[in-house]
């Protein structure tokens, strides 16, 4: 079974997904966070640099101010040996455009010639000719400043600075391998993780593939005590698969007992059609033959159509036509009803006093509810017994009580006795469709409430039915 499932989860594994999933928004946070940390280092050096030049224009400016290039000069002479300033660009552009001072550093100086220029009257002189290269590339950056002097002249200082070199370019070096790292680290990390959560979803994957394949369907998902939402998926999944086994059962025991039942009435309703055919001559013997194939008849469709009221009350599907119904008249009613069969049987029908007691409910149904109940009693309790009826209201619920003196239910059958078409071994003997309390149960749940069965002390039954005032909407 794994083999067959393996390659279908290496093909589209959801932890795999998960994990690269994770990865990738890993990625991006990462990349966003390292790029702001770069830029913001970047504008600080570049910032602290401009602040160095500015500090240096000043200086040069106010040297300009008192002494003018002859003052720019000695500062630049005193000054020499100190790094940053031999690394300075120094320029002093006249109100007319023309360069009036000009310092060049060393090492920007690529080539220092002297050439024979011709002079305005033709005689050539020789000229120094210098070619500079201004260092400014991906690893070097050019940080000008200029400064406006009171003369109208414009001073310019710059710096060729390696901060890219120095810090940045193995800052993104870092960058990059730890990124990188991170990266692959996060989607490891992202797929074990998620493979170990949806280990259980596996597991409900295999079951679920066991019971497609095989048709066990007491194939359950075992192992999984966790307590979160994957936890209950696998609970809910296995409270589902027992639900659809015991209807599965319950379903087959019912076609079973369907069977038996109708076989019967079948039988008979053939053996009056038949009957009806060869007396041809005995119209009387013919009625009486069709007459029993009409009572076989009804019995068969009384048994189909409370088998679709079961169906309907236990889907939620039912229409209940609700309205306020007095219980007390509801069982003096039916005790009536019941009272000249009971009669017969030398069998009591009665209804225990008590207060007024009325709730919302549709009294066909609920009349039938306490119908069969009684029948049942009245059909097990012996001669010379009893059947009382009661009804008591206690904090917003009513409890109705049918108790007989009859024989009781074993308590091996008392679960199964709910069940469509279950007949026990007292009831075999009985006239009957094996339905009447499979219909109580569906029609009493289909009004908010629920039916219970125990044995008296003293012997016989108590069937206790439980309603809502108002049925629930």
């Given at each position: 079974?794994?083999?067959?499932?393996?390659?279908?989860?290496?093909?589209?594994?959801?932890?795999?997904?998960?994990?690269?999933?994770?990865?990738?928004?890993?990625?991006?946070?990462?990349?966003?966070?390292?790029?702001?940390?770069?830029?913001?280092?970047?504008?600080?050096?570049?910032?602290?640099e401009r602040e160095a030049l500015e500090i240096r224009a000043a200086e040069y400016a106010d040297a300009f101010e008192n002494g003018?290039?002859?003052?720019?000069?000695?500062?630049?002479?005193?000054?020499?040996?100190?790094?940053?300033?031999?690394?300075?660009?120094?320029?002093?552009?006249?109100?007319?455009?023309?360069?009036?001072?000009?310092?060049?550093?060393?090492?920007?100086?690529?080539?220092?010639?002297?050439?024979?220029?011709?002079?305005?009257?033709?005689?050539?002189?020789?000229?120094?000719?210098?070619?500079?290269?201004?260092?400014?590339?991906?690893?070097?950056?050019?940080?000008?400043?200029?400064?406006?002097?009171?003369?109208?002249?414009?001073?310019?200082?710059?710096?060729?600075?390696?901060?890219?070199?120095?810090?940045?370019?193995?800052?993104?070096?870092?960058?990059?391998?730890?990124?990188?790292?991170?990266?692959?680290?996060?989607?490891?990390?992202?797929?074990?993780?998620?493979?170990?959560?949806?280990?259980?979803?596996?597991?409900?994957?295999?079951?679920?593939?066991?019971i497609v394949a095989t048709g066990d369907l007491s194939a359950r998902v075992e192992g999984v005590q966790r307590n979160d939402e994957?936890?209950?998926?696998?609970?809910?999944?296995?409270?589902?698969?027992?639900?659809?086994?015991?209807?599965?059962?319950?379903?087959?025991?019912?076609?079973?007992?369907?069977?038996?039942?109708?076989?019967?009435?079948?039988?008979?309703?053939?053996?009056g059609a038949e009957m009806a055919l060869r007396q041809t001559d005995n119209p009387v013997g013919s009625r009486e033959a069709l007459?029993?194939?009409?009572?076989?008849?009804?019995?068969?469709?009384?048994?189909?159509?409370?088998?679709?009221?079961?169906?309907?009350?236990?889907?939620?599907?039912?229409?209940?036509?609700?309205?306020?119904?007095?219980?007390?008249?509801?069982?003096?009613?039916?005790?009536?009803?019941?009272?000249?069969?009971?009669?017969?049987?030398?069998?009591?029908?009665?209804?225990?006093?008590?207060?007024?007691?009325?709730?919302?409910?549709?009294?066909?149904?609920?009349?039938?509810?306490?119908?069969?109940?009684?029948?049942?009693?009245?059909?097990?309790?012996?001669?010379?017994?009893?059947?009382?009826?009661?009804?008591?209201?206690?904090?917003?619920?009513?409890?109705?009580?049918?108790?007989?003196?009859?024989?009781?239910?074993?308590?091996?059958?008392?679960?199964?006795?709910?069940?469509?078409?279950?007949?026990?071994?007292?009831?075999?003997?009985?006239?009957?469709?094996?339905?009447?309390?499979?219909?109580?149960?569906?029609?009493?749940?289909?009004?908010?409430?629920?039916?219970?069965?125990?044995?008296?002390?003293?012997?016989?039954?108590?069937?206790?039915?439980?309603?809502?005032?108002?049925?629930?909407?």
């Open positions: 079974m794994s083999s067959r499932l393996e390659p279908r989860w290496l093909g589209r594994s959801l932890a795999v997904r998960l994990g690269l999933w994770h990865a990738v928004f890993s990625a991006i946070g990462a990349a966003v966070v390292l790029v702001a940390i770069y830029i913001l280092l970047a504008r600080a050096l570049d910032a602290r003018g290039i002859a003052a720019v000069r000695n500062l630049l002479a005193r000054e020499q040996q100190q790094p940053h300033v031999r690394s300075l660009l120094v320029r002093v552009v006249g109100p007319g455009g023309d360069v009036t001072f000009f310092k060049v550093p060393d090492d920007w100086i690529e080539d220092d010639t002297h050439v024979m220029v011709p002079d305005r009257w033709g005689a050539l002189q020789p000229q120094r000719v210098q070619t500079m290269r201004i260092p400014r590339d991906e690893q070097r950056d050019l940080t000008v400043v200029s400064r406006r002097l009171s003369d109208g002249a414009l001073l310019q200082i710059a710096r060729s600075t390696d901060n890219r070199a120095v810090l940045l370019a193995p800052l993104r070096h870092t960058m990059w391998v730890a990124g990188s790292a991170a990266v692959l680290l996060s989607a490891g990390v992202g797929a074990w993780l998620a493979w170990r959560a949806i280990k259980p979803v596996r597991a409900v994957a295999a079951t679920a593939h066991r994957v936890g209950d998926l696998v609970r809910q999944f296995n409270t589902l698969l027992e639900r659809n086994g015991n209807l599965l059962r319950a379903m087959r025991e019912a076609l079973d007992n369907v069977a038996h039942d109708l076989r019967t009435p079948l039988t008979r309703l053939r053996a007459a029993d194939c009409i009572e076989e008849t009804d019995r068969i469709q009384r048994l189909l159509e409370t088998l679709l009221d079961i169906s309907a009350a236990e889907n939620g599907v039912l229409k209940l036509k609700c309205e306020r119904v007095d219980m007390n008249a509801l069982l003096q009613s039916v005790a009536e009803l019941y009272a000249l069969g009971a009669e017969e049987k030398a069998v009591v029908v009665e209804v225990l006093p008590s207060a007024g007691i009325s709730i919302a409910a549709d009294p066909t149904r609920l009349r039938q509810v306490v119908t069969n109940l009684v029948d049942n009693a009245v059909k097990y309790t012996p001669s010379g017994g009893r059947v009382s009826l009661a009804a008591e209201a206690r904090e917003n619920r009513v409890f109705v009580t049918v108790r007989d003196t009859g024989p009781g239910i074993p308590a091996e059958e008392q679960e199964k006795i709910w069940q469509r078409l279950y007949r026990g071994d007292h009831s075999r003997s009985q006239r009957g469709l094996g339905l009447g309390l499979a219909m109580v149960k569906a029609l009493v749940e289909a009004h908010g409430g629920r039916v219970t069965v125990a044995n008296q002390p003293a012997g016989g039954a108590v069937f206790t039915v439980e309603l809502p005032v108002a049925v629930p909407t």
